[in-house]
């Protein structure tokens, strides 16, 4: 089992940053692609940014391209979502996921474990 727990939600103004965190526990992470979702109020989960075990692959939801970067410290047990120039549309409470499978099964919006989320709000 592997149980996730995101940290570094809040609110912030529009055009500021914020970044995510997300820490495992219960095994390591570091064979596991790793992802970011959202998911707004009365709107469907929407990927945000994938991640391979290896860090050398990633990718992003066309929304947040350009702004939000996905890194990860195996070392440290712990996946990163960089943002920065947040919009109003960016509110929503953020997942962190992880899958054994590849970081395409993440894209996909597979995930076996989801964390539990954290709140992102920015006004405009």
């Known amino acids: 089992q592997v149980q996730l727990v995101e940290s570094g939600g809040g609110s912030v103004q529009a055009r500021g940053s914020l970044r995510l965190s997300c820490a495992a526990s219960?095994?390591?992470?570091?064979?596991?692609?790793m992802g970011w979702f959202r998911q707004a109020p009365g709107k469907e989960r929407e990927f945000v940014a994938g991640?391979?075990?290896?860090?050398?692959?990633?990718y992003y939801g066309d929304s947040v391209k350009g702004r939000f970067t996905i890194s990860r410290d195996n070392a440290k047990n712990t996946v990163y979502l960089q943002m920065i120039s947040l919009k109003p549309e960016d509110t929503a409470v953020y997942y962190c996921?992880?899958?054994?499978?590849?970081?395409?099964?993440?894209?996909?919006?597979?995930?076996?474990?989801w964390g539990k989320g954290t709140l992102v709000t920015v006004s405009s």
């Open positions: 996921a992880a899958d054994l499978g590849g970081v395409s099964t993440v894209v996909g919006g597979r995930a076996d474990y």
């Open positions: 219960g095994r390591t992470i570091s064979n596991y692609a």
């Open positions: 991640i391979s075990w290896s860090g050398g692959s990633t």
